[in-house]
């Protein structure tokens, strides 16, 4: 049987197979995890993750240079605090650590766009991402008064000059929370990017190390989600549209793309995926003992996540991909 179709004829070029591309990664695509620490002149590599830095602001500020000349559009800052406290104080304290970084950062790269993290487990003592009972040790937070404590976080953030809210606590209810505390301090036209599925993953373990936001006791299986569960990522983000999410996050997205692609077929909205601290540990690790080729294993998982419906990627690799996008 001579082949009357053959494939390979639309790939016998390099400029033809370009021509015919399905998708593209490009440096736009990328958000910039940045993690901000009190002091000067500080830059503590994260030993779990190679290349990640917990940075003082002045640091911070470095890097949103680069990371703006290098055209990506964003980062998404982090923060650990010089203290910590049971009302998580200093997520929404107007001096808090995020707040002056925001600042710092708008004022120094003004056409950056600033995605901050809204969350309280690296603020409070027992590494959970709200308040607990009293002698609550298992983890099970207490939903409805945390919220609270999220809106004022997200007004804060707001009035340092964020450009996008990024909730990632899995409260029951945070977007409406947040949305309608935002609408109320004169933030309208903020969006809001939801963590709309984040699973409760072993991928977090190198994330915990440079935010110290590990649980103390106990874990957050109560409030993020089975990795078992697949349908249940479409009723949260059902939810998160409901109460006016403006865009969707997937985490973490190696192990998840099956949730990207879902969650994009069954919704308007952009899709973001993050390239968890894990699954960036992973890479590097084996980079460094020589067993794989970083630059292509890394353009091709970047390229997956296209294919399977993100329209955004965090990624710590963002850097390197700009570098690698413009050969240097």
């Given at each position: 049987m001579f082949p009357t179709h053959r494939p390979?004829?639309?790939?016998?070029?390099?400029?033809?197979?370009r021509m015919v591309r399905e998708n593209v990664v490009t440096t736009s695509d990328f958000i910039y995890p940045l993690f901000a620490v009190p002091g000067e002149?500080?830059?503590?590599?994260?030993?779990?993750?190679p290349g990640v830095y917990q940075l003082s602001v002045d640091k911070i500020v470095e890097e949103a240079k680069e990371v703006y000349d290098l055209g990506i559009p964003s980062i998404i800052l982090f923060g650990i605090p010089e203290s910590k406290d049971d009302d998580a104080t200093d997520a929404w304290h107007d001096c808090g650590i995020v707040q002056k970084a925001t600042e710092a950062v708008k004022a120094a790269v003004p056409e950056l766009v600033v995605t901050v993290d809204t969350c309280l487990c690296e603020y409070t003592p027992h590494g959970h991402c709200g308040y607990l009972e009293v002698?609550?040790?298992?983890?099970?937070?207490?939903?409805?008064?945390?919220?609270?404590?999220?809106?004022?976080?997200?007004?804060?953030?707001?009035?340092?000059?964020?450009?996008?809210?990024?909730?990632?606590?899995?409260?029951?209810?945070?977007?409406?929370?947040?949305?309608?505390?935002?609408?109320?301090?004169?933030?309208?036209?903020?969006?809001?990017l939801s963590y709309a599925a984040k699973y409760s993953?072993?991928?977090?373990?190198?994330?915990?190390?440079?935010?110290?936001?590990?649980?103390?006791?106990?874990?957050?299986?109560?409030?993020?989600?089975?990795p078992a569960n697949g349908r249940e990522a479409l009723k949260e983000i059902e939810l998160d549209i409901a109460e006016?999410?403006?865009?969707l996050m997937v985490k973490p997205a190696l192990a998840y793309m099956d949730i990207i692609w879902r969650v994009k077929e069954a919704s308007n909205l952009p899709v973001a995926?993050?390239?968890?601290?894990?699954?960036?540990?992973?890479?590097?690790?084996?980079a460094l003992n020589g067993w794989i080729?970083?630059?292509k294993l890394v353009m091709e998982t970047m390229m997956s996540f296209k294919r399977s419906g993100a329209d955004l990627i965090l990624s710590y690799h963002a850097k390197d991909v700009a570098r690698w996008l413009k050969g240097q």
């Open positions: 390979r004829r639309l790939r016998s070029h390099p400029q033809l197979r002149g500080v830059a503590n590599e994260v030993k779990s993750m002698g609550d040790l298992t983890g099970r937070v207490l939903n409805d008064p945390t919220l609270e404590l999220l809106k004022k976080t997200a007004v804060a953030q707001a009035n340092a000059g964020a450009d996008i809210i990024a909730p990632s606590g899995m409260m029951d209810g945070f977007v409406t929370a947040i949305r309608s505390a935002l609408d109320e301090a004169g933030f309208e036209n903020i969006p809001i993953s072993s991928y977090y373990g190198p994330f915990r190390d440079v935010a110290e936001s590990a649980p103390q006791f106990g874990d957050r299986r109560t409030y993020q989600m089975d006016g999410a403006d865009m995926a993050y390239n968890v601290s894990g699954e960036y540990a992973m890479v590097k690790a084996a080729d970083e630059e």
